[in-house]
Structure formats: structure tokens, C-alpha cells
């Protein structure tokens, strides 16, 4: 069995800086669309980053200039640093991946996610 798990999240003043986790445990033989999503309150699920066993690739416009995406493949963990956070930040943060545990890969596996909450 395999799952992603999120921590890191907590409330923070705005202009703060939290650091986000996500690791993969169990039987981990590769991650592949590893991304970060969040989903502010009364609001739809977004797209925050992307990133590859190459570095990251996307990030929404929203964010471009104060997070950073990054993942260590040695440890199966994404991280999602984040930077000048705003009121407008506050969301559940959730992780994504598709996990192959050498025998079957399991799509779109979710985490449970961390809330994270910018006062002003």
C-alpha cells in the first residue's frame, strides 16, 4: 500500500514563510506528475506547481516570484517553499502523484492535506 503525506502547514502572519512536505511512503519504486494543488475556503481546487525529477516546471501566476518547487528523489518528498505569503494564500494544500510500487502504479494518488492560514 502506498499513500502521500502533508505536513508543514500552520498559521503564519503575512509576509511570513512556511516550508510544505509531502512524502511518499511504502513500497516506492517512482513518482511521476508530482504537483502541489490547494483549494481556498468556498473556493475550487487550483493548480500551484509542477515539478519533475528535473526541477520545476509551472507554477500559477499567482505565486511565480514566491514559491519554490523542489523534490529530493533520494527521500521520495516534494517540498513547496513558500515566501511573502498573503492573506489570499490561505488554502488546504494538497499533494499529487501517480506512485509505481514495482509492481502497479497507482494514478492520481492524493494526500490528505495541510491547511495553511496567512493572517493579515
Known amino acids: 500500500q502506498v499513500q502521500l503525506v502533508e505536513s508543514g502547514g500552520g498559521l503564519v502572519q503575512a509576509g511570513g514563510s512556511l516550508r510544505l512536505s509531502c512524502a511518499a511512503s511504502?513500497?516506492?519504486?517512482?513518482?511521476?506528475?508530482m504537483a502541489w494543488h490547494r483549494q481556498p475556503p468556498g473556493r475550487e481546487r487550483e493548480l500551484v506547481a509542477t515539478v519533475t525529477s528535473d526541477g520545476p516546471i509551472d507554477y500559477a501566476d499567482s505565486v511565480k516570484g514566491r514559491f519554490t518547487v523542489s523534490r529530493d528523489n533520494a527521500k521520495n518528498t516534494m517540498y513547496l517553499e513558500m515566501k511573502e505569503l498573503k492573506p489570499e494564500d490561505t488554502a488546504v494544500y494538497y499533494c499529487?502523484?501517480?506512485?509505481?510500487?514495482?509492481?502497479?502504479?497507482?494514478?492520481?494518488?492524493w494526500g490528505q492535506g495541510t491547511q495553511v492560514t496567512v493572517s493579515s
Open positions: 511504502g513500497r516506492i519504486f517512482e513518482l511521476e506528475g
Open positions: 499529487r502523484g501517480d506512485i509505481y510500487d514495482g509492481q502497479l502504479w497507482y494514478r492520481d494518488q
